[in-house]
């Protein structure tokens, strides 16, 4: 698959989430944060500041597929991720998306954590109606510098509350 990102670089790779977890593709602005089971970072290709994905590091699609340690480690992450969105990043409102996706190549469990700010709401409305027509907006639109360097500093804020710094 063809990854264009959020710096126009072309990316070739089988597996995304793969090539994330292990380090073969560097996400634009690094890791946020890793755990035994998920890996989690700024989405790459939509450059929306604080648009977070955590993804499992097995191939699964569903999250009635987690094992017990999964579970526990997911329900950890999610939790701590929204507070350091919300006390650092300082974003109120976020929608949480999954959207299970069997039997592609690429298949790996994703939840989004898809900041609403009062820009898209102007733009675009509430809820998620707003969602696919942003992301369009923000990867043809927001690929700014100005932007970019909002998009990694939220990443390194992120980074720093999760390692604890």
Same mark, same amino acid.
């Given at each position: 698959?063809?990854?264009?990102?959020?710096?126009?670089?072309?990316?070739? #790779?089988?597996?995304?989430?793969? +090539?994330?977890?292990?380090g073969e593709y560097k996400v634009p602005c690094g890791l946020i944060c890793s755990t035994e089971h998920f890996g989690v970072n700024q989405d790459c290709e939509i450059p929306i500041p604080?648009?977070?994905?955590?993804?499992?590091?097995?191939?699964?699609?569903?999250?009635?597929?987690?094992?017990?340690?999964? !579970?526990?480690?997911?329900?950890?992450?999610?939790?701590?991720? &929204? &507070?350091?969105?919300?006390?650092?990043? *300082?974003?109120? !409102?976020?929608?949480?998306? #999954? +959207?299970?996706?069997? %039997?592609?190549?690429?298949?790996?469990?994703?939840?989004? /954590?898809? =900041?609403?700010?009062?820009?898209?709401?102007?733009?675009?409305?509430?809820?998620?109606? !707003?969602?696919? =027509?942003?992301?369009?907006?923000?990867?043809?639109?927001?690929?700014? =510098?100005?932007?970019?360097?909002?998009?990694? *500093?939220?990443? *390194?804020? /992120?980074? +720093?509350?999760?390692? %604890?710094?």
């Open positions: 698959m063809e990854i264009i990102d959020i710096y126009n670089n072309k990316n070739e #790779v089988d597996c995304l989430s793969c +090539a994330i977890n292990s604080g648009f977070i994905i955590i993804s499992s590091k097995r191939h699964i699609h569903s999250i009635d597929q987690f094992t017990e340690d999964e !579970q526990k480690d997911f329900i950890s992450l999610i939790v701590k991720l &929204r &507070r350091g969105m919300r006390d650092v990043l *300082e974003i109120g !409102q976020i929608n949480m998306i #999954v +959207a299970e996706l069997p %039997g592609r190549k690429d298949d790996h469990f994703h939840l989004w /954590l898809y =900041p609403v700010t009062k820009e898209a709401v102007e733009k675009f409305g509430t809820g998620i109606k !707003q969602i696919k =027509p942003m992301m369009n907006y923000a990867k043809e639109n927001l690929k700014t =510098p100005e932007n970019i360097e909002k998009v990694e *500093e939220y990443a *390194e804020k /992120l980074k +720093a509350y999760m390692s %604890g710094k």
